[in-house]
């Protein structure tokens, strides 16, 4: 193994963080760069744009699927080689995707593409659960956040300019070639980071004891699926934002790109506020917080509708995406903290609730797509309201009972 340099040193940790950014973009370069070329892609496979929304809620599905197996494989096995598999997974699909035939062998190979780009971020979130204590563990995750959220800045901005001077097929190359580099640097710099008297059995019973046992932990439980909700508030924007950018407001693929990456600069911005808040709050103060602004950026997005004005909708849905980055953080550190010695199945299942409702989300935004700005709004606000009540509800829960 090439991973052998002390973890513990500044410069190793530094480049660790790097790597698993790097490695959590996979995500949302596979999700974003491509956005811009559903107009070709439906053109190239005589399909609509209802049918290449179809792929990305395939791709979420997958991500949820993916880290079902991922985490008891990764406490059983350890976090390096179930990381190298992933990584050549996702390698091999995306030469799948530039190769498909048909839309449906693309669909398949976009699903397997997500069970490999998935490793990434549930294996970033164990090692980082792994080498820090719960605080470091939050400014570590809204620091990775921060680096990742790179990704969707620069994925649709990219994807839009590759369109100017190549086709579609050209965006897969890139992702072929990212992935290429990403497995170099796995081999280089990620270390195992757990030992092996600390590896689980992977019998079917344990498996299902283990996420049992997480489900009947509030302390994790609660968290986790606040997390998730909130960021389907994130996929129903991706689901939604062609149609409504380039469709109902004729905005072209290259402005696409600015506008996406303007939105996802919140989230570096929200990130980086939770890094420095972090020294003077409590998280679950902070991410009580951030979905209080989550929620009122959701229902202020409602408002402005319908009014069939651009301008309008920036504002409320850079606050909602922006708020995310306060969130996430938080609330994976929260869930993480409470997972104990089941932390690869713990980062599996906030991944799967995470990918979960975003299928479902997307599916919706796509099944109720009527050429206005209203199904990717209603859903952003849903989601927003239910994650804000299920906080709220649990900390009134927690108070009464603290009472009593």
Same mark, same amino acid.
């Given at each position: 193994?090439?991973?052998?340099?002390?973890?513990?040193?500044?410069?190793?940790?530094?480049?660790?963080?790097?790597?698993?950014?790097?490695?959590?973009?996979?995500?949302?370069?596979?999700?974003?760069?491509?956005?811009?070329?559903?107009?070709?892609?439906?053109?190239?496979?005589?399909?609509?744009?209802?049918?290449?929304?179809?792929?990305?809620?395939?791709?979420?599905?997958?991500?949820?699927?993916?880290?079902?197996?991922?985490?008891?494989?990764?406490?059983?096995?350890?976090?390096?080689?179930?990381?190298?598999?992933?990584?050549?997974?996702?390698?091999?699909?995306?030469?799948?995707?530039?190769?498909?035939?048909?839309?449906?062998?693309?669909?398949?190979?976009?699903?397997?593409?997500?069970?490999?780009?998935?490793?990434?971020?549930?294996?970033?979130?164990?090692?980082?659960?792994?080498?820090?204590?719960?605080?470091?563990?939050?400014?570590?995750?809204?620091?990775?956040?921060?680096?990742?959220?790179?990704?969707?800045?620069?994925?649709?901005?990219?994807?839009?300019?590759?369109? *100017?001077? @190549? =086709?579609?097929?050209?965006?897969? %190359?890139?992702? $072929?070639?990212?992935? &290429? /580099?990403? +497995?170099?640097?796995? #081999?280089?710099?990620?270390?195992?980071?757990?030992?092996?008297?600390?590896?689980?059995?992977?019998?079917?019973?344990?498996?299902?004891?283990?996420?049992?046992?997480?489900?009947?932990?509030?302390?994790?439980?609660?968290?986790?699926?606040?997390?998730?909700?909130?960021?389907?508030?994130?996929?129903?924007?991706?689901?939604?934002?062609?149609?409504?950018?380039?469709?109902?407001?004729?905005?072209?693929?290259?402005?696409?790109?600015?506008?996406?990456?303007?939105?996802?600069?919140?989230?570096?911005?929200?990130?980086?506020?939770?890094?420095?808040?972090?020294?003077?709050?409590?998280?679950?103060?902070?991410?009580?917080?951030?979905?209080?602004?989550? *929620?009122? @950026? =959701?229902?202020?997005?409602?408002? %402005?509708?319908? $009014?069939?004005?651009? &301008? /309008?909708? +920036?504002?409320?849905? #850079?606050?909602?995406?922006?708020?995310?980055?306060?969130?996430?953080?938080?609330?994976?550190?929260?869930?993480?903290?409470?997972?104990?010695?089941?932390?690869?199945?713990?980062?599996?299942?906030?991944?799967?609730?995470?990918?979960?409702?975003?299928?479902?989300?997307?599916?919706?935004?796509?099944?109720?797509?009527?050429?206005?700005?209203?199904?990717?709004?209603?859903?952003?606000?849903?989601?927003?309201?239910?994650?804000?009540?299920?906080?709220?509800?649990?900390?009134?829960?927690?108070?009464?009972?603290?009472?009593?």
């Amino acid at each position: 193994m090439r991973a052998s340099a002390d973890i513990r040193s500044p410069n190793a940790v530094r480049r660790l963080i790097v790597v698993l950014a790097m490695l959590a973009a996979f995500a949302p370069f596979a999700t974003d760069m491509y956005l811009p070329a559903f107009a070709q892609l439906a053109a190239h496979f005589g399909s609509s744009h209802g049918g290449m929304e179809s792929t990305l809620s395939l791709f979420f599905l997958g991500l949820a699927v993916g880290q079902f197996f991922y985490g008891p494989l990764i406490d059983r096995y350890g976090r390096r080689l179930p990381l190298l598999l992933g990584v050549v997974l996702f390698l091999g699909a995306s030469l799948g995707c530039l190769l498909a035939p048909s839309l449906e062998v693309f669909s398949g190979m976009r699903f397997a593409q997500a069970l490999g780009g998935c490793a990434g971020m549930i294996i970033g979130r164990a090692i980082v659960s792994d080498l820090f204590g719960p605080l470091e563990s939050a400014r570590v995750l809204s620091l990775l956040m921060s680096l990742m959220a790179f990704a969707p800045i620069v994925a649709p901005l990219l994807g839009g300019w590759i369109l *100017l001077f @190549a =086709g579609w097929q050209a965006i897969f %190359v890139f992702l $072929l070639s990212f992935a &290429a /580099l990403c +497995l170099g640097l796995v #081999w280089r710099y990620v270390p195992e980071t757990l030992g092996p008297q600390r590896r689980k059995s992977i019998h079917p019973l344990a498996v299902g004891r283990g996420y049992l046992a997480l489900c009947r932990t509030p302390a994790f439980l609660i968290p986790a699926v606040v997390g998730g909700l909130a960021q389907a508030c994130m996929f129903a924007f991706i689901t939604g934002s062609p149609s409504v950018f380039m469709e109902t407001f004729s905005v072209s693929e290259q402005a696409y790109g600015w506008l996406f990456g303007l939105n996802a600069l919140g989230l570096i911005v929200g990130a980086q506020v939770n890094r420095q808040l972090l020294r003077r709050h409590s998280m679950e103060r902070l991410l009580g917080l951030a979905l209080g602004l989550n *929620l009122a @950026a =959701g229902l202020a997005l409602v408002a %402005v509708a319908g $009014l069939g004005q651009l &301008a /309008l909708l +920036l504002l409320p849905l #850079w606050l909602c995406i922006a708020s995310l980055g306060l969130i996430a953080g938080n609330a994976a550190a929260l869930a993480m903290g409470a997972s104990g010695s089941l932390a690869g199945m713990g980062s599996a299942l906030i991944g799967i609730l995470q990918f979960l409702f975003a299928f479902l989300v997307s599916s919706l935004v796509a099944a109720l797509q009527d050429g206005t700005a209203y199904p990717m709004s209603v859903a952003m606000a849903g989601a927003g309201l239910l994650a804000t009540g299920l906080w709220f509800m649990a900390l009134r829960c927690r108070l009464c009972r603290a009472r009593s």
